[in-house]
């Protein structure tokens, strides 16, 4: 399928983040874009704003005619009215993940996979990369507080930045230059039946790296077995790495932390709560400064990044109480 000829695209389950996200990559580049969910949301309302149609029945009739390509989430049901239609029509039907793996394959691409963090360590990157004036267009599973966005847009970047999910294998259809991996622990299982056969999924990512690309992986976790990684890198919050850090201390609500290994710089602010998004933040830097970004622009947009909403979002905040918002996609 070739993208520049399409003109009108079609999404099931628009509202969903990720197939946001393609649905105003399409608007920014000029495609007329219609969709289909199952109920109103800020996404959509926002996406009708930016120039979308979108529906709430499940009738197929709705579906424009000349519609040149449709896209669905795995999440919509298969018995669902509009998919039948077009699971028996002649309008090409391509699975969300299958899309992103077009646009992203056509570019430089940094995909970050992992059973959590993905989405946080985007966002940070996508700032980083946007505040250093790098060219880039980013595609993130939350909306980023600093730009109340999920898509980064630049109609001609040089860069993708996309979240590389391991659910149905998504990520087997990207070919990233730079791949981040940040956990591998069990999930899925509906998918995978076992932690081993997940396992064997992100090895099988590992080898979809473009030759003399670069893998990061958290120091943590072992490299699959079998592979010939030419440039490879790691991180952690304490243990001994390539980007690790070293006297963290919390103040004022802010970590501080010193960086170690490939780059050093002392006192180092980094605004996320959480001990876990330290180990976010040096997988963020690593992906920043193999692309050349410099240490001093990197240690600058990370004191400004603001954070991801429903990421440990403090939504309301005095002296008595705090609210925090957070949505974690797995127990550990």
């Given at each position: 399928?070739?993208?520049?000829?399409?003109?009108?695209?079609?999404?099931?389950?628009?509202?969903?983040?990720?197939?946001?996200?393609?649905?105003?990559?399409?608007?920014?580049?000029?495609?007329?874009?219609?969709?289909?969910?199952?109920?109103?949301?800020?996404?959509?309302?926002l996406l009708i704003e930016e120039g979308a149609v979108v529906h709430y029945d499940d009738n197929p009739e709705i579906i424009p005619k000349n519609t040149d390509i449709a896209i669905y989430t795995p999440a919509i049901p298969k018995d669902?009215?509009?998919?039948?239609?077009?699971?028996?029509?002649?309008?090409?039907?391509?699975?969300?993940?299958?899309?992103?793996?077009?646009?992203?394959?056509?570019?430089?691409?940094?995909?970050?996979?992992?059973?959590?963090?993905?989405?946080?360590?985007?966002?940070?990157?996508?700032?980083?990369?946007?505040?250093?004036?790098?060219?880039?267009?980013?595609?993130?599973?939350?909306?980023?507080?600093?730009?109340?966005?999920?898509?980064?847009?630049?109609?001609?970047?040089?860069?993708?930045?996309?979240?590389?999910?391991?659910?149905?294998?998504?990520?087997?259809?990207?070919?990233?230059?730079?791949?981040?991996?940040?956990?591998?622990?069990?999930?899925?299982?509906?998918?995978?039946?076992?932690?081993?056969?997940?396992?064997?999924?992100?090895?099988?990512?590992?080898?979809?790296?473009?030759?003399?690309?670069?893998?990061?992986?958290?120091?943590?976790?072992?490299?699959?077995?079998?592979?010939?990684?030419?440039?490879?890198?790691?991180?952690?919050?304490?243990?001994?790495?390539?980007?690790?850090?070293?006297?963290?201390?919390?103040?004022?609500?802010?970590?501080?932390?010193?960086?170690?290994?490939?780059?050093?710089?002392?006192?180092?602010?980094?605004?996320?709560?959480?001990?876990?998004?330290?180990?976010?933040?040096?997988?963020?830097?690593?992906?920043?400064?193999?692309?050349?970004?410099?240490?001093?622009?990197?240690?600058?947009?990370?004191?400004?990044?603001?954070?991801?909403?429903?990421?440990?979002?403090?939504?309301?905040?005095?002296?008595?109480?705090?609210?925090?918002?957070?949505?974690?996609?797995?127990?550990?």
């Amino acid at each position: 399928m070739d993208l520049n000829k399409i003109h009108t695209a079609y999404f099931l389950g628009i509202g969903g983040i990720g197939m946001s996200a393609i649905a105003r990559y399409f608007l920014d580049i000029g495609i007329s874009v219609h969709g289909y969910d199952k109920t109103p949301s800020k996404i959509t309302s926002l996406l009708i704003e930016e120039g979308a149609v979108v529906h709430y029945d499940d009738n197929p009739e709705i579906i424009p005619k000349n519609t040149d390509i449709a896209i669905y989430t795995p999440a919509i049901p298969k018995d669902l009215n509009e998919f039948v239609f077009l699971n028996n029509s002649k309008i090409p039907l391509y699975k969300r993940a299958e899309i992103l793996g077009m646009i992203a394959n056509e570019k430089k691409t940094i995909a970050v996979a992992g059973t959590h963090g993905k989405t946080t360590v985007c966002a940070i990157l996508a700032h980083i990369l946007k505040s250093s004036g790098v060219n880039f267009s980013a595609f993130l599973g939350g909306i980023a507080s600093n730009y109340n966005s999920n898509f980064i847009s630049n109609s001609d970047a040089d860069w993708i930045l996309v979240e590389a999910d391991e659910f149905d294998r998504s990520f087997l259809h990207l070919k990233p230059d730079i791949a981040v991996i940040t956990a591998m622990d069990a999930d899925h299982l509906d998918v995978y039946n076992n932690k081993s056969k997940m396992i064997e999924s992100f090895s099988d990512f590992i080898k979809q790296i473009k030759p003399g690309g670069t893998l990061i992986i958290n120091k943590e976790l072992q490299i699959p077995k079998g592979h010939n990684i030419s440039n490879l890198l790691t991180y952690h919050d304490e243990i001994k790495s390539d980007f690790y850090c070293d006297n963290t201390a919390f103040r004022n609500n802010t970590y501080i932390s010193d960086f170690k290994g490939v780059i050093e710089e002392e006192s180092v602010i980094i605004g996320l709560p959480g001990k876990h998004n330290l180990k976010n933040t040096l997988a963020a830097t690593a992906a920043a400064y193999s692309i050349g970004v410099k240490p001093m622009n990197i240690f600058n947009a990370l004191r400004t990044f603001t954070g991801i909403k429903r990421r440990f979002e403090v939504v309301y905040k005095n002296h008595n109480v705090v609210y925090i918002d957070d949505y974690a996609h797995h127990p550990e």
